[in-house]
């Protein structure tokens, strides 16, 4: 699925622009949007999946118009809202059920083989018995994601997919988001964690304050940092001072001593040394340098 985003603006009625003049071009594959909270990702997310209508610009999906083609175009959409949190008294099977009667038109059958697919494709199926609302938090993330894929979807959008998750689960979801990944689906990820981006995703976007800040591969925005990431190993007083004039991306602690890694257009100390970015740190510098938000 091709999907051209052209000045498109949502002005939400009590005036406040939560999206302005946003031009992007997604493909299929995996696309990250980063952005911190509030950067309105959200808001896109959900006029993407045509559950809100933007006050400027269009979406073509494929060349089609989302507003013209609405009927159209919603089977080919799969949505992972963040404040997914429906779960009735349903066993975990029958939620899912649920949802496909909702959103395909399979008969009973072929609808619980479809059911079943599902929950192996997530890792649930040996808790498909289970009741929904007894299920981990990472367990119902994946059988969000089993919702959504319900009808073969072109279009996958989760928001926000990981928050709350331990590390395991996060790693677990982001494996599940690779595999689909490698079938000719296009999946939108919004998430204001950088891991979420930089292990999955070949393109992406960093919103801020509803404008897109950047758009391009992960290596493109790190190379924007490169040069400007320096580790030092310092006492506790240099430490103290260092950390009121940089942003500091990680510390560890040594013995009476701290290694510790700033970002800084020039040379923070004279004896540090530039170290290979990655995405947190040209996240960091962006919110500092490009933004104009003070993370010190
Ligand atoms: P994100 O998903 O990046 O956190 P959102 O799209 O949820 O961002 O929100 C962007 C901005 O729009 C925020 O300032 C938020 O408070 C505001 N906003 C979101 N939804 C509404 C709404 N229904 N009415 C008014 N303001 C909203």
Same mark, same amino acid.
């Given at each position: 699925?091709?999907?051209?985003?052209? %000045?498109?603006?949502?002005?939400?009625? #009590?005036?406040?622009?939560?999206?302005? *003049?946003?031009?992007?071009?997604?493909?299929?594959?995996?696309?990250?949007?980063?952005?911190?909270?509030?950067?309105?990702?959200?808001?896109?997310?959900?006029?993407?999946?045509?559950?809100?209508?933007?006050?400027?610009?269009? $979406?073509?999906?494929?060349?089609?118009?989302?507003?013209?083609?609405?009927?159209?175009?919603?089977?080919?959409?799969?949505?992972?809202?963040?404040?997914?949190?429906?779960?009735?008294?349903?066993?975990?099977?029958?939620?899912?059920?649920?949802?496909?009667?909702?959103?395909?038109?399979?008969?009973?059958?072929?609808?619980?083989?479809?059911?079943?697919?599902?929950?192996?494709?997530?890792?649930?199926?040996?808790?498909?018995?289970?009741?929904? #609302?007894?299920?981990?938090?990472?367990?119902?993330?994946?059988?969000?994601?089993?919702?959504?894929?319900?009808? *073969?979807?072109?279009?996958?959008?989760?928001?926000?997919?990981?928050? %709350?998750?331990?590390?395991?689960?996060?790693?677990?979801?982001? *494996?599940?988001?690779?595999?689909?990944?490698?079938?000719?689906?296009?999946?939108?990820?919004?998430?204001?964690? $950088?891991?979420?981006?930089?292990?999955?995703?070949?393109?992406?976007?960093?919103?801020?304050?509803?404008?897109?800040?950047?758009? %391009?591969?992960?290596?493109?925005?790190?190379?924007?940092?490169?040069?400007?990431?320096?580790?030092?190993?310092?006492?506790?007083?240099?430490?103290?001072?260092?950390?009121?004039?940089?942003?500091?991306?990680?510390?560890?602690?040594?013995?009476?001593?701290?290694?510790?890694?700033?970002?800084?257009?020039?040379?923070?100390?004279?004896?540090?040394?530039?170290?290979?970015?990655?995405?947190?740190?040209?996240?960091?510098?962006?919110?500092?340098?490009?933004? %104009?938000?003070?993370?010190?």
């Amino acid at each position: 699925m091709n999907i051209e985003i052209k %000045g498109l603006s949502k002005i939400y009625p #009590n005036g406040h622009a939560a999206i302005n *003049n946003v031009n992007l071009e997604i493909g299929s594959g995996m696309f990250g949007l980063l952005g911190p909270n509030g950067a309105g990702k959200s808001s896109l997310m959900r006029i993407l999946v045509t559950l809100q209508k933007a006050t400027e610009g269009s $979406v073509l999906m494929d060349g089609m118009d989302i507003n013209e083609h609405r009927k159209k175009i919603r089977p080919f959409i799969g949505y992972l809202p963040q404040d997914f949190t429906y779960f009735s008294k349903l066993k975990t099977w029958e939620f899912l059920d649920y949802t496909a009667r909702l959103s395909t038109s399979l008969k009973r059958k072929k609808r619980m083989t479809e059911v079943d697919r599902m929950l192996d494709q997530v890792g649930l199926l040996e808790v498909r018995e289970r009741m929904a #609302n007894k299920l981990s938090g990472g367990m119902k993330r994946r059988l969000g994601i089993a919702q959504a894929l319900i009808g *073969n979807p072109r279009l996958l959008v989760i928001d926000e997919p990981t928050t %709350g998750l331990d590390p395991e689960e996060r790693i677990r979801f982001r *494996n599940i988001l690779s595999d689909l990944s490698q079938k000719d689906v296009t999946i939108i990820l919004s998430t204001h964690i $950088v891991g979420d981006i930089s292990s999955t995703c070949h393109n992406m976007a960093m919103l801020n304050k509803g404008e897109v800040a950047f758009h %391009g591969s992960p290596e493109g925005m790190i190379d924007q940092v490169r040069g400007h990431v320096w580790q030092v190993t310092l006492g506790d007083d240099e430490f103290n001072v260092l950390k009121t004039k940089f942003p500091v991306v990680s510390t560890i602690p040594t013995i009476g001593q701290w290694e510790a890694q700033f970002i800084a257009t020039d040379k923070p100390h004279p004896e540090a040394k530039t170290i290979t970015p990655n995405l947190e740190h040209a996240y960091v510098y962006f919110m500092e340098n490009q933004l %104009g938000i003070s993370l010190v």
